[in-house]
């Protein structure tokens, strides 16, 4: 350094850089010596230095160790349970919500959708009228067990129908028995013929029983298929209201005139809406004391004199205390009955025999001929204030009847029905067939008169085949239910009684499901084309947008 100083040769004045790199340069060399040069020895200058650069070097700052992320397999795990147990609660929803509809499908059967093409599950509105009017407890019940009942074809019409009526009166209840595990039940209605498959209707009045042939009828197609017919509705309405009626009407049925017909179907149609019926012999009985109406079908043979006058006498007996009636059905081919009719024009009523309407024109008269006549009926009585009309009252073969006045000695009469003035009568000549007298005629009349208190009637119908099974007992035709509130007013029978439930047939295992336009709306387009589709979309998104963020 002296030496530098006199040549007049300023030292350097070294940096911290070129300190430190003196300093990093000379332990590099030290550790690494070349092969044949001794290591250098530590001193402690050396020492010392290397403990002073330790200190003066910049201390780094200690990294914190990052937390590890979580296993992705950890997450979807989660998220599998999470979906599992989401899949096990819909299914447990699900089949929750098919035990609730079911139990609510047992309490509320109304809740069930009827889609028979006959509506046969359906109660009509007569029938559902007698349900909500009964008052007095009502037992139905169905003689087989109760799995049995509701899975046969058939018979779970009969359940289904019952349930209805139960659930709309508290006061009617349905019950069901096996007659093989219950014997001695049976033996308590030996007179009924009660066996598997009765329906028994009972109330503290009076009990009914319907058997097989009240419930269904069979019939032969054209082509020689059996087919099986529902009479259930009308049926169970028809027990229900009569075990509950106060009083039943007694209708007689005279069987001393060779009766020209069977009004088998008319005495069913009566006992189906609260009437009691039986057979007596006029010729050789009394009219029974509490008869109230009295029918002649069709006599081929006179009545006697004596006949005549217990005629008289059932009309005019003033101690009877309910309304009376006397009903007789004629036919165009019948043979004279002078007395009859002589006894019928003392009432105003004049039967031509004889003679029978017939249509000129095809829009008044059903297919199967011009004597098959559409009529009118009359207006100047009301059967029935509840009655809607009696819309294509049929009258085959019908003879004309003549007012001969409109009152006379206390009696009025009146037109019950009259053919369309297109009508004509034909008495067998070509003459009335050459020329036809055109005109409105009456083809049933009824004379009334007051006896004390009550009121005794007389019915002329031309038509004794109005009263057959194809029309009576065919929805299509009204002549059910004019037939029942005739022999209603005639005799008496009014207020909640005077239900009429007509004898009429449903066919059973149709094929075909009936749909209301609505309702296939609503079910096809709603629920199947709109709703469940939503549904499933959205619970799919949902799943896809979890799945996304594992």
Known sequence: MDHEKKNGVQPEEETPAAMNEAVTEEPAAASAPEQGEEAPVLTEEIVEETAVEEQAAPVEPIQKKKPKKPKKDSRKGKFRGISFAFTAG??????LLNVVVSILGERYPSMNLDLTTGKVNTLSESAAQVASNVQTPTTITIMAGEDIAR????????????????????????????????????????????????????????HRVLNYGDLFSTQYSMDGSMVTYSKVDSALASAVSSVNADTLPLAVFDGSHSEAVDLAV?????????????????????????????VLGTPTTDCTPDEIEKLEAFLNDETRGTDRSLLVTFHPNQ?????????????????????EVVESDANSYIPSGPGNILVNIGSDVVLNSNAQGYNLVVMPQSSPINLLFDERNGITTHSLATSNSTSYLFDGTQESFDNPQMGSYN????AQKQVGQNTANVVA????????????????????????????????????????????????????????????TLLGLGVFTILLP???????????IRRRRL
Do not use: H
Not at 90 to 95: A, E, N, S
Not at 176 to 203: C, H, M, R
Not at 280 to 285: A, G, I, K, M, P
């Open 90 to 95: 819909l299914i447990v929803l699900i089949v």
């Open 151 to 206: 899975s046969d074809t058939n018979y779970q019409q009969v359940s289904i129908l019952a349930d209805k009526m139960a659930e709309r009166n508290s006061n009617i209840t349905v019950a069901y028995l096996e007659l093989d595990k219950n014997p001695a039940f049976a033996s308590q209605y030996q007179d009924e013929n009660i066996t598997t498959g009765s329906v028994l209707v009972e109330t503290e009045k009076r």
């Open 266 to 294: 008319y005495r069913t149609l009566l006992e189906g809406n609260n009437f009691e019926t039986q057979d007596f012999q006029l010729l050789t009985e009394e009219i029974p004391e509490n008869a109230q109406l009295l």
């Open 335 to 355: 043979a004279a009955l002078p007395n009859l009719t002589a006894f019928l024009k003392e009432w105003g009523l004049d039967v031509q025999q004889a003679t």
């Open 443 to 446: 083809v049933a009349a009824m």
């Open 461 to 520: 119908i031309g038509s004794t085949f109005m009263f057959d099974d194809g029309i009576l007992n065919v929805n299509t035709y009204g002549n059910g239910s004019f037939v029942t509130d005739l022999s209603r007013y005639v005799t008496g029978v009014t207020g909640s009684e005077a239900v009429s439930m007509e004898n009429a047939q449903v066919r059973t295992a149709e094929l075909d499901i009936s749909m209301s336009l609505l309702n296939v």
């Open 534 to 544: 939503l549904c499933v979309a959205v619970i799919g998104l949902v799943i896809y």
